[in-house]
T-cell receptor
């Protein structure tokens, strides 16, 4: 089976502090992994993707994620949060064996001044 | 390039009424998806088209939901009759043929409220 678990439904940080959004996956096949961001009343936008190349992936707006096979994790990080980062973030897994995209339940990031 | 267009953005109906949502994908994108996003949850795939053929509709409640993509371009999702639990945002997404399977471009969604 294939699944993805976002470990925190809400994360709150102060502006200028690091961001960590946690994601664990399960797949019997080698997965591709993605992070999407959704700002209020907007569609989802791809932040970054891992597709079996470098395990540390850099995305837009200073975000990056590291694929750790031994921990089945793909956590999203950013060194310094900005107010504009406040949004919902979704971790997504795909594997060719299942040929389906599975979305996590999302993590809502709040950024305080 | 123009993004994925969806309409209407908001719709309020009473249960047992019908509703239709329209989506125009990015030009040249052969794959089109409809997702249902219930408040507090991640998007759930309803149906996937490749050109005008259905690739996956295993999670589409076919007794009340239907979708078509007749000319392989724009698509319509219909709900008839609507139930209270259909209240959600309906997201349309498209993907270029050469793109990664997870690299989707989403529209802003159509928010449905069923009273």
């Amino acid at each position: 089976a294939q699944s993805v678990t976002q470990l925190d439904s809400h994360v709150s940080v102060s502006e200028g502090t690091p961001v960590l959004l946690r994601c664990n996956y399960s797949s019997s096949y080698s997965p591709s992994l993605f992070w999407y961001v959704q700002h209020p009343n907007k569609g989802l936008q791809l932040l970054l993707k891992y597709t079996s190349a470098a395990t540390l992936v850099k995305g837009i707006n200073g975000f990056e994620a590291e694929f750790k096979k031994s921990e089945t994790s793909f956590h999203l990080t950013k060194p310094s949060a900005h107010m504009s980062d406040a949004a919902e973030y979704f971790c997504v897994v795909f594997s060719g064996g299942y040929n389906k995209l599975i979305f996590g339940a999302g993590t809502r990031l709040a950024v305080h001044p | 390039e123009a993004g994925v267009a969806q309409s209407p953005r908001y719709k309020i109906i009473e249960k047992r009424q019908s509703v239709a949502f329209w989506c125009n994908p990015i030009s040249g994108h052969a794959t089109l998806y409809w997702y249902q996003q219930i408040l507090g949850q991640g998007p759930k795939l309803l149906i996937q088209f490749q050109n005008n053929g259905v690739v996956d509709d295993s999670q589409l409640p076919k007794d009340r939901f239907s979708a078509e993509r007749l000319k392989g371009v724009d698509s319509t999702l219909k709900i008839q009759p609507a139930k209270l639990e259909d209240s959600a945002v309906y997201l349309c997404a498209s993907r270029r043929t050469s793109g990664s399977p997870g690299e989707l471009f989403f529209g802003e969604g159509s928010r449905l409220t069923v009273l």
